[in-house]
Nanobody, 124 residues
Framework: QVQLVESGGGLVQAGASLRLSCAVS????????MGWFRQAPGKEREFVATVSWNGYIRTYADSVKGRFIISRDNAKNTVYLQMNNLKPEDTAVYYC?????????????????WGQGTQVTVSS
């Protein structure tokens, strides 16, 4: 059983930073592409960022490019999302996900395992 557990969410003011973590158990993630998605109230879950199995390929949604950084530590089976200069429109539940597409993908259907999510709220 593969489990993904997100942490690090919270309530912050606009302009602040947060670092989300995603701890994976049940298998090693060294061969999986990993991604972060988010879902705001009343909206569909959307792609935020993805990283390839070796960390070399990173892709971001246009809305977070230049502000968010995705990274991974395969030795710790953990993926991170550093979020800087947060905006109220970043408010959402953030989900970590694992995909067998090792080179990384922004496509939701290609993700096999999902975490339960962590809430990020940014006040203006």
């Amino acid at each position: 059983q593969v489990q993904l557990v997100e942490s690090g969410g919270g309530l912050v003011q606009a302009g602040a930073s947060l670092r989300l973590s995603c701890a994976v158990s049940g298998r090693t993630v060294g061969t999986y592409g990993m991604g972060w998605f988010r879902q705001a109230p009343g909206k569909e879950r959307e792609f935020v960022a993805t990283v390839s199995w070796n960390g070399y390929i990173r892709t971001y949604a246009d809305s977070v490019k230049g502000r968010f950084i995705i990274s991974r530590d395969n030795a710790k089976n953990t993926v991170y999302l550093q979020m800087n200069n947060l905006k109220p429109e970043d408010t959402a539940v953030y989900y970590c996900a694992a995909s067998p597409v090792a080179t990384a993908t922004s496509q939701k259907p290609e993700y096999q395992y999902w975490g339960q999510g962590t809430q990020v709220t940014v006040s203006s």
